[in-house]
C-alpha cells in the first residue's frame, strides 16, 4: 500500500514537473508575459500547495512558477582551461602565466549550475567584465529548470 502511495507521489511531482514546463513554455512565447510585473511578496507567501489528489489549475502553475522565478542559480564564464602537473602548481606565484587552451576570438562557455546552456563573448561594462550571448541551447536551459524544479520540490 505505501508503494502504491510513493508511486502515485513521483507520478504527481512528475507531472506538475510537465505542467511546470508547459507554463514555462507559454510564458516565453507570450509577449503580454513578459510585460507583466512579478508577483508582489504577500501573493508569493499567501500561496499554498495544492491538496494530494485535486487538479492542478493553471493559477497554481502560475504561482508556483513565480515561486520559482526568486531561486538562485550558479552561473559561470569559462574561458579557458589547461592541464598541469603538480610541479607547475607547486611553482605558481604571482606573475605566473597559465596558457588556456582557447583562442582570444573563440566564445566562452555560460555555465548554469554546471550546465553548458549558452556562447558568448567577454565584453567590458564600466569597471568590470561581462558576457554578451552570442548562442544559446535551449533544450539545455530546459534541463537546468527542470533539475532546479526537481530538486526544489525534493526540499
Do not use: C, H
Amino acid at each position: 500500500m505505501a508503494d502504491e502511495e510513493k508511486k502515485e507521489e513521483e507520478l504527481s511531482q512528475e507531472e506538475l514537473a510537465k505542467q511546470w514546463e508547459e507554463a514555462l513554455a507559454k510564458q516565453e512565447e507570450s509577449p503580454e508575459a513578459k510585460e507583466e510585473a512579478p508577483a508582489s511578496e504577500e501573493e508569493k507567501e499567501a500561496y499554498t500547495e495544492p491538496e494530494a489528489g485535486k487538479k492542478v489549475t493553471e493559477k497554481d502553475i502560475t504561482k508556483l512558477l513565480d515561486r520559482l522565478m526568486d531561486i538562485p542559480l550558479n552561473v559561470e564564464v569559462v574561458v579557458g582551461s589547461t592541464v598541469i602537473q603538480i610541479r607547475e602548481l607547486i611553482n605558481l606565484g604571482p606573475g605566473s602565466v597559465l596558457e588556456l587552451d582557447r583562442e582570444t576570438t573563440e566564445p566562452v562557455d555560460i555555465k548554469v549550475n554546471g550546465k553548458l546552456i549558452a556562447k558568448g563573448e567577454l565584453v567590458v561594462v564600466g569597471e568590470r567584465f561581462g558576457v554578451r550571448i552570442t548562442e544559446i541551447y535551449s533544450e539545455e536551459r530546459k534541463s537546468v529548470f527542470r533539475d532546479t524544479l526537481q530538486e526544489s520540490l525534493r526540499k
